[in-house]
Every structure is written in C-alpha cells, then in structure tokens.
C-alpha cells in the first residue's frame, strides 16, 4: 500500500518535471502532449541525474543483454546518452551508435562522447520512421522511446533490416500504475509484444528486475 502509494508519487513527480522542463519548448508533431526533447542541456538534469541508478539498474540492464567484447549497439533515443555511455564503457572493444531524431540530443550526444572521450561512441541523426545507421547491429535498445515512436510498424520493419543474424531488439519502457498521469506515456507490454510480433518480430526474453519499467527482449525477423 505505501510502495504503491510512493511508486505513485514518483512517477507524478516524474511527470510535473517533465512538463515544467519542457513547458517552454513545442511539442512533437507526431505526439501531441507528448515533450519536445529540444533542450537537450535541460534534459541533461532528468536523464542523467545520479538519482536515477537506482530504479533504472544500468549496469544490470547491460549485463542483461549478454553483449560480446566487439558487439556493436544501437541506442535508439539516446537522448543525453545515458545508456550510451555505459554501453560505450563496457564493451570498449565493440561500437556504439547513440540514434536520436532530436538534433540537439545528437550534438549534445556527439559533445559528450568526446568529452568523456569515448571513441567507440558515435552520435547518429535518426529520422522519425528510420535510425539511419552507419553500419549493422547485434543490438538496439530503446529506453523510455518506443511511446514516442509514430509510426512503429514502420520504424520496426526499417530497423529489422540494420540487424546482424542473430541481433535482438530491447525495449525498456514505463509500467502504468493505478494514478499515473497521461496514458500517451504508457504502453503495456503485451501491445509491444503483438506489435513487434506483427512486425516479424519473436520474444526472446522478458526481464522483471525494474521496479517502473517492463524489458523485453526480441530476436529480428527472419530473413526474406
Ligand atoms: C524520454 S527520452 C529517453 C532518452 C534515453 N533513452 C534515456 O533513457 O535517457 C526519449 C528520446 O527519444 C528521442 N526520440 C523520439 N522519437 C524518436 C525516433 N523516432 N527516433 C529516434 N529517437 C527518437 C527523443 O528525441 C528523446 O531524446
């Protein structure tokens, strides 16, 4: 009761400072009430605050996903690079895509990763229905992104063919909870699960180790 009540709280709060940090800037076409993620130095705050570890489980969101040493990986709305840069550190040897169709996410991405100077980082200009990849994956993750995608058939069928043999898709989003504010932001798993399936897709794990967000786990369609 008092779990559901704080988790409730949260993910209020969550959303208060999403709305206050993008209140002066224009919502996505394709979203509506969805954010606009223009400021990227402002999302900076929310996304990369040290507050955030310990429901989003970085490092045992990476081990997860059982990279090799030279994987290559998307990370598909890096954003401020979160996941980017974690996934850059542990596998040195291997590549890293950090996709976003927000330009200023893909500058502060590209500024970051030479900052930090991780050389196996690589911000990329997504488009809104296509990541628009420089070379094949093993993976791409999406965090907090997939209710922020328009048209997902279609993104899913243009990022099935960026897919080495064997590659697999993760999708970490929000869990609703009795209370939670705007639906826009919630997709339930099992609409995932169908659409990624319509789309050719077949489930390869499911993970439950976050407390606010469902993890799957896809294996790319068959080939043909
Ligand atoms: C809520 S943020 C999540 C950022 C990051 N994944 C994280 O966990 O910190 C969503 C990001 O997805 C990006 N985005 C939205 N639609 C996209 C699309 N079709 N392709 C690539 N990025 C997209 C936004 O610009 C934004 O940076």
Redesign the pocket.
Known sequence: MTLTLSRTVTAFLAWIV?AALSAQALA?P??GH????ED?EK?ALL??SPK?DAR?KPAEVIRALALSPNAVVA??????????ARLARAIPRGRVFG????PN?VRYLSERARREGLANLTAVA????D?RLPAAVDVA?????FH???DRAR?FRNLARYLKPGGRVAI?DHLRAPGDPPEAMFIAPNRVKEELKRAGYSVAAEHKFLPNQYFLLFKRPAAG
Not at 75 to 84: E, R, V
Not at 141 to 145: E, G, K, P, Q, T
């Open positions: 999403t996505q394709h979203a969805l954010p606009s993620f990227a999302w996304f990369d955030r989003q990370d598909i709305g890096a954003g401020t690079g979160y996941f980017s996709v976003d169709v927000e996410m997504g488009g809104p229905d990541p993750i999406m965090v907090d992104v922020h995608i328009g993104y970490i």
